[in-house]
């Protein structure tokens, strides 16, 4: 009887595990924004289910976006990738299986990141198109991390605003959220999701997103142009 409960325990910590595993809830507090730029960025893919529905969205809103891909996922469907590429958006390192990184050796965390290269490699040969940005899974961080990143010449990056949450589960829900949040913040670098989990809330609020957001004077830049805006900004602040 004792033994039932146990497992039945275990079974409910590995349950909540599983569901919040790829659910940002919390807002990371990045100090430096540039004044009305977004960025838009996309984690865990690609997905059949999403990332080609989110890729005709961005197309008819003329809108670049920086996927943040799962090196498994990328070998598991090459097309969508080549498409991505095609499309002109930006690629960048999600490791290779998504693991708690943060709890893994630095042999490790170096095999995740390298992981995602080769697929990179694979299949796009000598001229694949790198980039600097590393996105770790949930934004977790530790000094195994941080000493990778410093060795590859990698840049981390995190987010300002988490599309998805569990508070809103309607798309306008989710549009009013973001659109508040990055009205707070003055803009910001926006994060959702094309994998893994149902994206589907996700891809109905994409276009009722950008939208509000164009709407409201924002502009849509690449991850390159909106981190040389932070800079910028940046070294103003520090004078
Ligand atoms: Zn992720």
Redesign the pocket.
Known sequence: MKQGLYILLALSLVLVMFTTA?VHSEEPALAIIPDRLVTLTF??GPDPRFTPRILDLLRAADVPATF?M?GRNMLAHPEIVQQIARDGHAMAN?TTT?PHLETLSEADVRAELNGYDHALQTLFGPLAPHTPWF?P??GRQSAAIDAVVAEQHKQLVLWNVCVENSKTTTPEQMRDRVVKLIRERGGGILLA?DG?LDRSLTVQALPLLLDALQREGYRFVTLDEYEQARSLKQKRHAR
């Open positions: 790829y984690d865990d943040f799962v999600h998504h996105r899974p949930r999701h893994e």
